[in-house]
């Protein structure tokens, strides 16, 4: 005898995605540091310079906003843009633009070469010495729909 049986297919892995507000992700970006993200916000600013990012602002708080990194597809947007809601896919990104500070003089590694320490620890060794982390979150896009 002879059955035709569906052989099971190979479960593909699904990244989580994150279904955010730019409040939760400008307050708490190491939460999600790396991690795929969606929100919904109002694109509030264009860069014109170099064309390249954008701010979005929330859109029941524009006290909040986000920079989104246009990435391949800046030719996709332009000035007129400012004003339209918009719904963004991405990587979350995070910057600890005075990193540096607490560690200096402290071990023997290059500037920059925080492999002794994690960025949680090092932040933690900044707070207790009472340097606020400067940090600048943001966003490489991934996609987007404009509503």
């Known amino acids: 005898m ?10 593909e892995a699904v990244e989580d995605v994150y279904s955010l507000t730019i409040s939760e992700m400008v307050t708490n970006p190491l939460d999600y540091e ?18 390249d990012k954008m701010r979005v602002l929330q859109e029941d708080d524009p006290d909040y906003s986000i920079l989104v990194l246009l990435g391949n597809f800046a030719d996709k947007f332009s000035p007129d843009f400012e004003g339209e809601h918009i719904t963004v896919n991405g990587m979350l990104k995070t910057e600890i633009r005075n990193l540096e500070q607490p560690v200096e003089g402290e071990h023997d590694h290059e500037p920059g070469d925080h492999s ?3 960025t949680e620890e090092a932040i ?5 010495l009472g340097i606020e982390p400067e940090m600048r979150s943001y966003i490489k896009l991934e996609s987007f729909e404009i509503k």
């Open 2 to 11: 002879f059955s035709c049986v569906e052989q099971p297919k190979e479960k």
């Open 34 to 51: 790396g991690s795929k993200v969606s929100f919904d916000g109002v694109i509030g600013h264009m860069c014109r310079h170099s064309g």
């Open 116 to 118: 002794c320490e994690s």
């Open 124 to 128: 933690k060794k900044m707070e207790e």
